[in-house]
């Protein structure tokens, strides 16, 4: 059963604490998307990986925010330091891009909530 | 122009009934139209899709109607049933830009009565 998976699912942390995110991708896709839900803006994509590389992380607030793909089976976000207004929803998506067709497949997010 | 509008914000219907969710959008470069579904505490999934070369697609009670020409398209469920009560999105992307400029509209929360 082919699945994106996120950790942690939920986390808990205090305003200026570092936060890092992980993804696993299903086998085989090559792209990589990290979106952030909200109430407020509903869902943005902050960042989108084509075979490990950034191709567009212009969603991405940079002071704080990076995103790496160190292998093809695990994307990391991170958050340093963290504030109250990055609490939201992390998802994870992955596709396997223009030759497999458009879909993305998500993962069930990381709940972020920071004191 | 890269946005993607979406009404209503919400909606109540009565099981059996027809759910219908409006969607609009400016940049005529877009090419593919999904549709995602969100349960509580889970991940957006895919649910149905259309190119603007068809007018029409349908997949069992969910059909997606695509109006070229108003740069508009909705989805309907027919016959809806408690089940279906979720977050739903529209989205707009670029197949030659796979993942590049893919947006989401706000969402819609539907709610189906028993």
């Known amino acids: 059963d082919a699945r994106v998976t996120q950790t942690p699912r939920d986390k808990v942390t205090e305003m200026g604490q570092e936060v890092t995110m992980r993804c696993q991708p299903i086998?085989?896709?090559?792209?990589v998307f990290w979106y952030r839900q909200t109430m407020m803006q509903g869902l943005e994509l902050l960042a989108y990986f084509r075979n490990r590389a950034p191709l567009d992380d212009s969603g991405m607030p940079k002071d704080r925010f990076s995103a790496e793909m160190p292998d093809a089976t695990l994307a990391t976000l991170k958050i340093q330091p963290s504030e109250p207004r990055d609490s939201a929803v992390y998802f994870c998506a992955s596709g396997p891009g223009l030759a497999g067709g458009h879909e993305q497949f998500f993962g069930p997010g990381t709940r972020l909530t920071v004191l | 122009q890269q946005q993607v509008k979406q009404s209503p914000q919400s909606l109540i219907v009565q099981k059996g009934g027809i759910s219908i969710i409006n969607c609009a959008y400016e940049n005529t470069a877009f090419d593919y139209f999904p549709w995602y579904q969100q349960f509580p505490g889970k991940g957006p999934a895919l649910l149905i899709a259309i190119r603007p070369d068809v007018s029409e697609k349908k997949e069992g009670r969910f059909t997606i109607s695509f109006n070229k020409s108003a740069k508009q398209f909705s989805l309907h469920i027919m016959d809806s049933q408690p089940g279906d009560s979720a977050t739903y999105f529209c989205a707009a992307s670029m197949i030659g830009n796979y993942g590049q400029n893919f947006v989401f509209g706000p969402g819609t929360r539907l709610s189906v009565l028993p």
């Open positions: 086998l085989g896709h090559n792209t």
